[in-house]
């Protein structure tokens, strides 16, 4: 079990000085409510300048704070060094001066000099309250109040504040008299004393040599008082004052090292400095200028949604600096983050203008046309408001959001969606460059089309160039012409792949037609076949003895013959095409995109997609047929589906399929025949609204259909 703590011992510590009037101490105070007002609360925004001593008799005998006497109860800090920890009460013993007279108000307990009265280790004042500031007076139930405990306290030891600045006004003489007199009084309470040479930043080589002269005289000589150079201003060695002094009436183990002035203060603007950065390191790590400004929280936002406040490094920011300097500097950040998301989002946006360029002028305006007399005809062009939003948008969207509403609702989500330019990128010097740029782009591009068009002219106009041919065997018969020794070795090879492209895919196309035409022919070969090879699948792999028979019925076909050097391309769409002849699968259809068996099923809910635009269309199929063939068509089909909306082209639709024989209304529907070969082309009819669907449905292992089915949709088609 761990050993019980004791609880910190308290130490009582009396703050003195020169006090009275300005004869006597000088324009300005000695220092001493400064230091403890730094010690009790020294955050920035608790620590005040100002703590008068002039006050009014109603004042003085009136407010609790004072309650008739000349000292002040500041309240107690916990502090700790090494392994001590210590509560310090300070006390401040003050001459209050009358606002008329200008002289020390009297009291009922107030003893005659003030040298006399700070030496009272026995101090009792009946509900004091705790000294805040000077606002207080006749104010305090406006402030924390706090009542000195039991009314009493004790003296343990003394901070003696001298000022080693220069003042104004003071009587050199009476100043090192009158701190003569009041340490000859302390040194007899043989409590500890510390001198604390107070506006050490400020100080002054008369102020040091006071201050030595002082303690230099008859009485004083023998005694050695611990001197610590202080300011309360600069926040440099306050604590450790009172901490000399807590040493002293506790005698703690550790000795307190005291740094020199010059040390101590470097050493305090460096922590102020890291206190800084560090705070600037947690505001771009809470709102990243990368991510401005769609993340741009007000300064409150930022302090409860985003629970700054709750940060050390926040709160050691503003115990240095305040809240309105973590305000400023926030600020600042946001004002870096503007302007680095709008020369960002500026920067990033030029590439459009190309685009925009494009749209609102034409190629003779972009040729002809200044930039100002450019940006004047794009700011009259009817298309203006299409491409940019209006001026003044811009800054709009870089304001702090003060709450997570407004950015879902506010400027950010207005400004998500919409993916116009800002109208300020045509004021800035990078578009008149981009403008001009583009023009050159266009008079560019105009050359090089114009090139390829005259290339592309010679190469149609050259007998020598047919499908399969590389630009390597013809380049013989292009030498000499203008059109392409202009070109790019790269670039002429670029257009000639191009219009090969082109060829080859008309030579395709005819040959589909002239398969087509030849149908007969195919599928007398696929009914021939199916007596002596059991089929594989989809596919189907003409003989050589079968591919030979096409091309002896073929070869004299100019269609045929000028894909003689793609003969794997054209045998390959002669092997598709039987497969498409025994398995009569639209997939395997040569026509693909125009297969006829395709396009009723995209017409059709390309239709009905107009009817219900809020629910996915209903598509019915009227299925006809023998009664066997029409129960296994619908089992299968529902067995594809699985319940779920059929995806075409066209989008979702939902599938319902009926047999011929229900009674189920005819209105849009899709009648569906089943084709086994004996069905006569008379019996095959269609509604008003769509054409129908046949489905070949011939037995694999007998041919004899074949011919049948493929003559019946020939009659029909």
């Known amino acids: 079990m761990a050993p019980h703590s004791s609880p910190p011992r308290l130490v009582t510590i009396a703050v003195i000085g020169v006090s009275g009037n300005e004869r006597l101490k000088g324009s300005q105070g000695v220092g001493k409510s400064l230091l403890c007002n730094r010690f009790i609360r020294g955050d920035h925004d608790d620590f005040h300048f100002e703590h008068s001593s002039i006050l009014s008799q109603t004042d003085f005998s009136g407010s609790a704070v004072i309650n008739n006497e000349h000292w002040l109860f500041w309240g107690e800090r916990e502090i700790h060094h090494e392994d001590e920890t210590t509560n310090i009460r300070l006390i401040e013993h003050s001459v209050f001066l009358d606002d008329v007279e200008f002289e020390p108000l009297a009291g009922p307990c107030t003893p005659e000099s003030y040298s006399k009265r700070v030496v009272a280790l026995k101090l009792e004042s009946r509900d004091k309250l705790m000294y805040i500031q000077k606002e207080q007076f006749g104010q305090e139930a406006e402030f924390p109040q706090r009542i000195l405990p039991d009314g009493k306290t004790s003296v343990d030891g003394f901070v003696f504040v001298f000022d080693v600045s220069s003042v104004s006004g003071r009587d050199l003489g009476k100043h090192i008299h009158a701190a003569q007199q009041i340490l000859s009084h302390v040194v007899k309470t043989k409590r500890p004393i510390v001198i604390a040479a107070s506006k050490f930043d400020s100080s002054s080589d008369e102020g040091r040599s006071l201050l030595q002269e002082t303690l230099h005289s008859t009485h004083l000589r023998s005694h050695h008082f611990p001197i610590i150079e202080t300011s309360a201003l600069k926040r440099v060695n306050v604590d450790e004052v009172f901490l000399s002094v807590a040493q002293l009436v506790l005698k703690w183990k550790h000795r307190l090292k005291i740094q020199l002035f010059a040390d ?124 940019f939003q209006p001026l003044g948008a811009l800054s709009k969207q870089l304001e702090p959001i003060s709450s997570p509403i407004e950015s879902g609702y506010g400027t950010v989500g207005s400004m998500r969606g919409d993916n116009r330019i800002p109208a300020e990128i045509l004021l800035r010097a990078e578009a008149r460059a981009t403008y001009e740029e583009f023009q050159q782009h266009v008079e ?274």
């Open 444 to 717: 560019q591009e105009q050359r090089r089309e114009r090139l390829e068009e005259d290339f592309e002219a010679l190469l149609a106009s050259n007998s020598q160039i047919c499908a399969g041919r590389s630009l390597a065997e013809v380049s013989l018969f292009l030498q000499g012409a203008s059109s392409y020794e202009a070109l790019a070795p790269a670039h002429a090879e670029l257009v000639y792949n191009r219009y090969q492209g082109d060829l080859i895919k008309r030579a395709e196309v005819e040959f589909t037609e002239c398969l087509l035409e030849n149908i007969e022919l195919f599928a007398e070969l696929v009914r021939r076949s199916r007596f002596d090879r059991q089929p594989r699948g989809l596919s189907y792999l003409p003989t050589e003895n079968e591919l030979a028979l096409v091309r002896t019925v073929l070869q004299d076909d100019t269609r045929y013959r000028q894909l003689s050097r793609l003969w794997e391309l054209r045998d390959g769409m002669i092997s598709t095409f039987c497969s498409f002849i025994a398995h009569s699968q639209p997939s395997l259809c040569v026509g693909r995109s125009r297969c006829l068996e395709m396009a009723p099923f995209d017409g059709l809910l390309s239709s009905f997609l107009g009817f219900e635009p809020n629910s996915l269309p209903i598509v019915s199929l009227n299925v006809h047929g023998k009664p066997q063939h029409v129960a296994q068509f619908i089992t299968d089909l529902a067995c594809f589906l699985h319940g779920e909306p059929f995806q075409s082209s066209c989008g979702l639709a939902r599938i319902h399929c009926f047999s011929g024989t229900d009674d189920t209304p005819q209105d849009f529907a899709v009648t569906v025949y089943l084709l086994d070969g004996s069905t006569p082309s008379e019996s095959i009819s269609s509604n008003e609204h769509f054409p129908p669907i046949l489905v070949a449905v011939a037995d694999p292992s007998d041919g004899s259909d074949l011919l049948a089915i493929t003559s019946t949709r020939r009659e029909y088609g």
């Open 264 to 387: 101590a203060f470097r050493a305090v603007n460096l922590q102020a400095l890291e206190a800084r950065e560090s705070y600037i390191s947690i505001l771009k790590g809470c709102v990243p200028v990368e991510e401005w400004p769609s993340r741009r929280p007000s300064f409150d936002r930022l302090l409860s949604e985003f629970s700054i406040n709750r940060n050390l490094v926040y709160q050691r920011f503003v115990q240095i600096y305040g809240l309105l300097a973590a305000r400023k500097l926030y600020e600042r950040h946001v004002e870096e983050a503007r302007e680095h998301w709008t020369k960002a989002r500026l920067r990033a946006l030029f590439p459009q203008l190309p685009r925009v360029f494009g749209n609102l002028l034409s190629r003779k305006e972009l040729m002809s046309l200044t930039w100002s007399e450019a940006n004047e005809r794009i700011h009259q062009h009817p298309l203006f408001d299409e491409f």
